[in-house]
């Protein structure tokens, strides 16, 4: 019998009330303000934001308010039931190769933040090739955490220094893709950066006039930051 | 001589308002390497079902928990048991998902073995082997099938169930839905892939009462009759995978002969036949 139905689409199975809209909780990480990272909320915040101007890979987040005042909530990676790993350092390499576009975006981002903690700060999926996710989180070391004084970290991020100088993908990106990232950067207008900076109002106890200062600092750190990282691309990329 | 031997605990935490765990794997340092025993875990091959039959969210997180299979895998590979403390006291912070909550120490004896006996034991004494029931037997079986028959390399292979609407082209434009648990389909498909789509469906025989496999029959050959009508799929490519196929089974399949193909994911041939179907000319 000849067929007389076209085909109107191929979807995955939608079960009652999927579609509709329903209130759901996620589970996420709340991140204070402390006495040994007392600029948290705000460099989490703001590193947030410049990440999703540049697209750069970074783990969402949102400010919340608890009882101890206004919080960072750092939303974690995986499923209801059970969260992502964080990278062990013998799967750095892997990770690199797996996702070497973003490895070399988390590295050229860190640089220009002064995220001098990285660490094990990333999460990817390493054995799930149909769910691709690669997400650095936590960057409260830097901006205005670079040092324990803002005014200190304001001032090492308006100069030509490198800051970071260990990475878990150092050695293992590319320094094509790295001078990609930096390109990007530099492009960006001076305008975004400041409105990823400055917030308006001030946030716990960053003033207006601090985050004036950081957006300068992060400007002036753009336009040196390819030659920053082109002096130490020996240390940085991978060799072939 | 006696060695201590230092072992953490892992536990699957489900809910942490509850912050009620269930043991799931044990972690070691010794002899300039890690050490693990995790659940479900057989060298390089992941038993999923053990893990899904824990809870709903288990059930869910299953992708998650081959991610952490991996993570064990390469804590095995530290060198310095100063990183191997670091990734455990990481997995102490956590309040949900998989949490470092206790250690402890045994003393290798001579009697007692070599590490690996030690965690083989340990293994044992804390981790309880959930029970499988037939459907997650069947679902284990039915990955492997499709791993080794390779399906994933041919082309679009939806691994979850999906729905196809299929319009007459007439005026009444009447839509008739087809549900399959697996579709694989000629987009993206290479070279010497068969250019139909081959349609697949499941019938878990053990554990069923016979009301509901009738039931489930019924649908099938339902979906897989409208499949043909509607010139969705051909009839040799509509596909039925059962389970552990018995003598008292050859009945109720004898309803599919000429409907669709049965094929019995625990039958090492089977690979083979849905290899045949994606690759005709190879």
Redesign the interface.
Known sequence: MPANYKLRSIRKKSFPGITAPVSCSLDAILKFDSAESPFCVYSELVALRLAQTFHIPVASGVLTTTSAGESYASIELGSPGLHLPDLLPLQFANAASHYADEAAALVVFDIFIGNWDRGSNVKASLVTPHLPIFQGFDHEHGLLGVESDPMMSIDRLGSQELIVKDHPFYGYVSGALVSKWAERIFQADDVMIRECCELKRPLRTVTLDMQSSLAEALCKRKLHLSQLISNNMMKIKSWP | MALSLRFHVVQ?V?D?VLAEGRNVAVLAYHGGRGHYRALGMDGYRLISSHFKSL?P??R??V?????????FR??A??REVE?FD??VA?LAA?N???VATSEGVVELTEGYGDVSGALDFLFKRLVHLPKITPALEFEDQLEATFNQAEIFYGGNF?????????????DRGT??VL?FSH?F?AEFARQFVTDVPIGFNTLVLQGATAKSLDRQIARNITIFKNAV????LRPDHCVLLCGRIEEKHREILAQFAGIATVMDVFDQSTPRKIRKLVWPNS
């Not at chain 2, 939806?158 to 007439?170: G, I, K, R, S, T």
């Open positions: 699957y489900d942490p809870s969210k288990a869910d997180s992708w998650v928990y081959r991610e952490w299979a991996e993570w390469s804590l590979n530290v990183q670091k990734a990481r956590h949900s998902g998989l939806l691994d979850e169930p999906v729905e196809v609407e299929m319009v007459a082209e007439n839509v008739i549900e579709l389909t009508l509607t010139g969705f």
